[in-house]
């Protein structure tokens, strides 16, 4: 890409060299102009929110860069004017002082006439900047950086309106700035087309994993075998010479255990524990073998938690129901999960299959609004196709090598989408600095 003629140093570590003739200006000082703003917007307590009236923003509705369409708040016009609102209209400049990445910024969308925002929402208004570049500029992910070590706060971070104020960033003439902003508009479209494909090519691949899957446990692997109703509703046919039997029939049921929290001795020692903290080992492994907390034998001891046996299939009855993997070691469960130590003719991988085909199911099963779970009758009634241990090997085998290819092209494709969303990235941050001359830039 082509280069400015003559560069300066900005001054500023992360936007580095500038092209001359730029600028590098205070957040704050960009508000200037008759109507200009930089302000926080205001305190709306829940209780004054409404169906009508003017729509209420909040930090939720700011993306990195563009307008997100969620929530549906309003306060009335009576309510705007006795708190004394700030009036926030199309167009205006958003940034969240709340909650990663600090500093973001969209525009306030063209959809309804005025706005009010939130308190950890700042308004920027003013004639010495274009819009649509500052939004590109907001979002370089070196400037949220620079936001985020100023920002206070454990659990939320956030940063302060004066913080934000402070920050520094490029600013070419207004000329530049509409020709950057209509090239990033553009490249940016076609990235994120790209990347949509990716990510619909995905969710396809991920349909089609739980297809083939559900097909090969349920209905095995010779198209012609004549069929019988199975007598569970999720199952429906099964061939001829299967079974649906109850798992407790077929595999030994364990319920898992805490040891006490508040006793330092029962914990960080060599003992896996599989927790919900450990759902995305669970999510991303047939076999577990680590786990983020570790007990101890004290811990096993004094407590209604066991040692499970290598090979024990894993399943998760509440909050993120339906997880499951095999142990690869010995290992205990928190009250959240189950395990089944199969008998010889159940094949523990093929049992684990079945439990991904059956995730709807269990889903189902599950009550409760705030935690959703499955109850130990329910669990001692689960009923599982149960073909012989010979069609069982075979079903895992075919499934072993069906998934793994259809996993290397769904990693294929997030691997792709890593890539653009890098790209996309780098050409923002390359552009709103200067490091090369967009076309119409004379």
């Known amino acids: 890409m082509e280069r400015y003629e003559e560069y300066k140093d900005s001054g500023v570590e992360w936007i580095g060299e500038i092209p001359e003739g730029w600028d590098v200006r205070r957040v704050k000082s960009l508000a200037t102009g008759g109507d200009a703003l930089f302000l926080d917007g205001d305190w709306i307590e829940s209780d004054v929110i409404e169906d009508k009236g003017i729509r209420y923003l909040t930090t939720g509705n700011v993306g990195e860069g563009y307008y997100k369409d969620q929530g549906t708040g309003f306060i009335s016009e009576e309510t705007f004017n006795k708190l004394n609102c700030l009036r926030v209209i199309p167009g205006d400049l958003l940034i969240s002082r709340l909650n990663e990445p600090l500093g973001r910024a969209c525009l306030a969308p063209n959809v309804f006439d005025e706005y009010v925002v939130a308190v950890d929402v700042v308004v920027l208004r003013g004639d010495s900047f274009l819009n649509r570049f500052l939004t590109y500029a ?119 255990h805490t040891p006490d929290k508040k006793v330092p001795e029962y914990w960080d020692g060599s003992i896996v524990w599989i927790s919900l903290a450990d759902s995305p080992r669970l999510r991303a492994n047939v076999y577990v073998n680590e786990s983020t907390t570790m007990t101890t034998e004290a811990g096993i001891a004094n407590s209604s938690a066991e040692l499970l046996p290598e090979g024990a299939v894993l399943l998760s009855r509440d909050a993120s129901v339906g997880l499951t993997a095999i142990a690869g070691v010995q290992l205990a469960v928190s009250q959240h999960f189950m395990a089944y130590i199969c008998d010889a003719c159940l094949n523990n991988e093929y049992l684990r299959y079945v439990f991904l085909a059956m995730r709807q199911e269990l889903e189902k099963l599950s009550m409760g609004s705030t935690i959703p779970t499955i109850g130990l009758p329910l669990m001692r009634k689960l009923t599982i196709p149960y073909p012989s241990r010979k069609a069982q090997d075979d079903i895992v085998g075919y499934l072993n090598a069906k998934v793994a290819g259809i996993d290397r092209l769904i990693d294929d494709n997030q691997s792709m989408i890593d890539k653009l969303r890098e790209y996309r990235r780098s050409l923002i941050s390359e552009a709103v600095t200067g490091k090369f001359k967009v076309t119409g830039v004379e």
């Open 138 to 256: 907001m979002n370089e992910p070196h400037y949220a950086e620079t936001a985020l070590m100023h920002a206070r706060g454990s659990t939320m971070k956030r940063v302060s309106r004066t913080i934000l104020g402070e920050l520094k960033l490029p600013i070419p003439p207004i000329i530049e700035q509409e020709a950057i902003a209509d090239y990033l508009d553009t490249k940016t479209a076609e990235i994120d087309a790209l990347v949509a494909d990716c990510e619909r090519e995905v969710g396809l691949l991920q349909e089609y994993r739980k297809a083939v899957i559900s097909e090969a446990v349920t209905k095995g692997l010779d198209p012609d075998a004549p069929m019988k109703d199975s007598g569970v509703e999720w199952i429906g046919e099964i061939p001829e010479g299967w079974d649906a039997v109850r798992l407790d029939k077929v595999a030994i049921r364990k319920s898992g």
